[in-house]
């Protein structure tokens, strides 16, 4: 098997970090990289904010804990994420939904056709990236309400971000805490051929 899907397969979402900020080469390269992803047309228009203010991103990430749980009691979820780097789900004594990462970027995308797909291009070149340098990332959706709700609003201001830009994710990265999760086994059935 090729070398680089090799190392692909071993990626793993992180959401223990370090309390250790990245160093600005390595950061530069991963935020390249997001850039170079495939957009609509070439069009090009997403852009990532990047904050390493600990103080808002731990606001942000309680926010993004606050809205996967507001319909419902967190002690009924009962999904199982990782036991080796547990998810808000995994253990509710996890209050900020950022996992206090050093590094969180927000992904804004024009609001137009592909708007979604254009994100998820950049978010997976960043976290395909990160692994690749030895940074611990994870996805985490969920921003569209975080940044609909006053404090995302006044950040949105803030940050100089257009009206017109819907908050699509955010990646979260810093150096991983703890043991990598397990390989999980792949699901059958998953492709058809015709």
Request: with cysteine; hydrophobic share 35%.
């Amino acid at each position: 098997m090729n070398e680089i899907i090799k190392e692909m397969l071993k990626r793993r979402s992180i959401r223990r970090f370090q309390d250790k900020q990245l160093d600005e080469e390595t950061l530069q390269q991963i935020l390249t990289a997001g850039l170079h992803a495939p957009s609509a047309g070439n069009n090009q228009r997403s852009f990532i904010v990047v904050c390493q203010d600990r103080e808002i991103n731990e606001r942000l990430g309680r926010l993004s804990r606050a809205i996967l749980y507001k319909d419902g009691n967190p002690a009924k979820i009962t999904q199982s994420i990782s036991t080796e780097q547990p998810s808000i789900r995994d253990d509710l004594t996890i209050l900020n939904g950022f996992y206090d990462a050093p590094t969180v970027l927000t992904i804004f995308s024009p609001k137009m056709q592909y708007t979604r797909e254009d994100a998820a291009m950049i978010a997976e070149n960043i976290l395909l990236a990160a692994h690749f340098v030895g940074v611990g990332a994870c996805y985490v959706g969920r921003t569209e309400e975080v940044f609909a709700t006053e404090y995302g609003q006044m950040l949105r201001e803030k940050w100089g971000v257009e009206k017109d830009y819907v908050a699509v994710g955010n990646v979260l990265l810093g150096y991983c805490e703890g043991p990598s999760p397990k390989d999980k086994p792949r699901k059958d059935g998953r492709i058809l051929r015709v």
